[in-house]
């Protein structure tokens, strides 16, 4: 079970840090397009190809036999870790960012 729920809520928890930090790299004047655009490409990536993803898994991978809700945890035990991957390789390339833009003000 554990194996499960863990990866699930650092899969909520990374796509809320993804959000929260968005509009901190930003410059003032463009902060609302980059926030606006980045729940645009989010959603249409989330609602595109999510469902189709969690059907694709279900129906053809052995594993699944077809359920859903073993597909929505292979979905999840497969990206959570893709995410933590992305952002431990980004943390440099965010600070010095955050630090151009804090001293830009």
């Known amino acids: ?19 929260a930090s968005a509009p901190l790299l930003a410059p003032a004047s463009v902060r609302a397009q980059v926030v606006a655009i980045y729940y645009l490409v989010l959603t249409l990536v989330g609602l595109g190809a999510g469902p189709t993803l969690v059907a694709w898994i279900a129906e053809n991978v052995a594993l699944a036999g077809g359920s859903v809700g073993v597909a929505l945890a292979a979905i999840t035990l497969l990206f959570a870790p893709l995410q933590i991957l992305a952002i431990l390789r980004s943390r440099a390339a965010f600070a010095r960012t955050f630090d151009v833009a804090s001293v830009a003000g």
Do not use: E, R
């Not at 079970?1 to 959000?19: D, F, K, R, S, T």
């Open 1 to 19: 079970m554990a194996a499960v729920v863990v990866p699930l809520v650092l899969q909520m928890g990374l796509g809320i840090l993804m959000a």
